[in-house]
């Protein structure tokens, strides 16, 4: 089994993807060739956000943000510790300092109530992460960081096509920064990432960011870097794009399985009345993790662990001086999660399989 079957959604799409990536072949414009120009529209046309500027990865749509944002050293930017570790990683990147606020028990996404009173004359940023797939309090965050004109940066790297009250994420900010990486909801075929903005000016830089800072060929007015997507990346997304919704309602419908299977075991996902999830993970929370996953891993299932080590415990960021204990709900999900397989592909037999074998590693005195 695998944790995620891209391999079987090629086969499915493999005359889509096929025919898209021959067309950039015959055209041979790899560096912004005509499909980044029509994903650009596509994905702008989906969240309803004025622009979309397609790049090489979610962390280079995160640097970029933040660039635009005029973000520097000494800056201090609000974020979540319990995320991947790009999204702190290109805050201090940038020599700003990550603030980190706890996050809640049930979404995993940052406590919007503890937002405010981490907010200093220094804040720059408030950056929320839509952690699995789904949006934290995006209002709320919005309607704070506006009484203190703060912009909001949504690092939707997992959550492209989710709805936070029937609005997209990725248009829910000032800007709004995704990942195509090959695993996620929507996935390329290498690195690729995403800003969506309303704001005219804000694109514009954006676009400037990611092609060296150029405003035309060879005429440089700021620092940016090679940001830029692949034309091959656009092609393989524009054919995925397709399929996307139904896919989403694939994922969906499986979430609902897996809750079926395992609500009366463990703690499944909750999410929000006001949401939608896309699923980029469905996981769940054991007591003795590790030893689960070695059970689990023994019956031929793979899982993962998203994420282990909260960020203020990380070795790079021990300067900060935020012993274990700073962010009690971060710590404890690290300690607890664990995600299961779960991709539009999955067969009920195999969710099946997935289940029983969370409950025999349960079952496992090693595990209780
Ligand atoms: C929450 C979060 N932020 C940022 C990133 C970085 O995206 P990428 O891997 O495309 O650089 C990821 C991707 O793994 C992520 O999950």
Same mark, same amino acid.
């Given at each position: 089994?695998?944790?995620?079957?891209?391999?079987?959604?090629?086969?499915?799409?493999?005359?889509?993807?096929?025919?898209?990536?021959?067309?950039?072949?015959?055209h041979?414009?790899?560096?912004?060739?005509?499909?980044?120009t029509?994903?650009?529209?596509?994905?702008?046309?989906?969240?309803?956000?004025?622009?979309?500027?397609?790049?090489?990865?979610?962390?280079?749509?995160?640097l970029?943000?933040?660039?635009?944002?005029?973000?520097?050293?000494?800056?201090?930017?609000?974020?979540?510790?319990?995320?991947?570790f790009?999204? +702190?990683? @290109?805050?201090? &990147?940038?020599? %700003?300092?990550p603030?980190?606020?706890?996050?809640?028990? =049930? !979404?995993?996404?940052?406590?919007?109530?503890?937002?405010?009173?981490?907010i200093?004359?220094?804040?720059?940023?408030?950056?929320?992460?839509?952690?699995?797939?789904?949006?934290?309090?995006?209002?709320?965050?919005?309607?704070?960081?506006?009484?203190?004109?703060?912009?909001?940066?949504?690092?939707?790297?997992?959550?492209?096509?989710?709805?936070?009250?029937?609005?997209?994420?990725c248009?829910?900010?000032?800007?709004?920064?995704?990942?195509?990486?090959?695993?996620?909801?929507?996935?390329?075929?290498?690195?690729?990432?995403a800003?969506?903005?309303?704001?005219?000016?804000?694109?514009?830089?954006?676009?400037?960011?990611?092609?060296?800072?150029?405003?035309?060929?060879?005429?440089?007015?700021?620092?940016?870097?090679? +940001?830029? @997507?692949?034309? &091959?990346?656009? %092609?393989?997304?524009?054919?995925?794009?397709?399929?996307? =919704? !139904?896919?989403?309602?694939?994922?969906?419908?499986?979430?609902?399985?897996?809750a079926?299977?395992l609500?009366?075991?463990?703690?499944?996902?909750?999410?929000?009345?006001?949401?939608?999830?896309?699923?980029?993970?469905?996981?769940?929370?054991?007591?003795?993790?590790?030893?689960?996953?070695?059970?689990?891993?023994?019956?031929?299932?793979?899982?993962?662990?998203?994420?282990?080590?909260?960020?203020?415990l990380?070795?790079?960021?021990?300067?900060?001086?935020?012993?274990?204990?700073?962010?009690?709900?971060?710590?404890?999900?690290?300690?607890?999660?664990?995600?299961?397989?779960?991709?539009?592909?999955?067969?009920?037999?195999?969710?099946?399989?997935?289940?029983?074998?969370?409950?025999?590693?349960?079952?496992?005195?090693?595990?209780?």
């Open positions: 089994m695998d944790f995620i079957d891209l391999k079987t959604q090629y086969r499915k799409l493999k005359p889509s993807v096929d025919a898209r990536m021959h067309a950039v072949l015959d041979g414009q790899y560096i912004l060739g005509p499909e980044v029509e994903l650009e529209q596509r994905l702008a046309a989906r969240t309803g956000a004025k622009h979309c500027i397609t790049c090489a990865s979610g962390t280079d749509a995160l970029m943000a933040m660039m635009a944002l005029g973000i520097g050293p000494g800056d201090e930017v609000i974020t979540a510790p319990f995320t991947f790009a999204t +702190g990683e @290109m805050i201090a &990147l940038l020599g %700003a300092h603030v980190f606020v706890d996050i809640e028990p =049930d !979404t995993y996404n940052i406590d919007a109530t503890q937002i405010e009173a981490a200093t004359p220094r804040t720059r940023a408030i950056m929320p992460v839509s952690l699995y797939g789904q949006c934290a309090d995006m209002d709320a965050i919005q309607a704070m960081a506006d009484r203190h004109g703060i912009p909001v940066i949504e690092d939707a790297a997992q959550s492209f096509g989710a709805l936070y009250k029937g609005r997209a994420s248009n829910l900010s000032t800007i709004g920064c995704t990942s195509f990486f090959p695993s996620k909801p929507l996935g390329c075929y290498g690195d690729g990432g800003c969506f903005t309303n704001d005219d000016q804000i694109a514009r830089v954006l676009l400037e960011l990611r092609n060296h800072g150029q405003d035309r060929r060879y005429h440089h007015i700021r620092l940016g870097l090679n +940001g830029r @997507m692949d034309t &091959l990346q656009a %092609a393989v997304l524009l054919a995925k794009l397709e399929v996307f =919704d !139904t896919e989403l309602v694939a994922r969906s419908e499986a979430a609902t399985r897996y079926a299977l609500r009366d075991v463990v703690p499944t996902p909750q999410v929000k009345d006001d949401r939608t999830c896309v699923w980029a993970q469905y996981t769940i929370e054991v007591e003795d993790r590790d030893a689960v996953q070695q059970a689990m891993a023994e019956q031929g299932i793979p899982t993962a662990v998203h994420y282990p080590v909260p960020l203020h990380q070795p790079v960021f021990a300067s900060m001086h935020l012993p274990e204990g700073s962010f009690p709900v971060s710590e404890r999900a690290g300690k607890r999660v664990l995600s299961l397989p779960m991709h539009p592909y999955l067969t009920p037999p195999a969710m099946q399989s997935v289940a029983s074998a969370v409950k025999a590693a349960l079952a496992q005195p090693a595990a209780r």
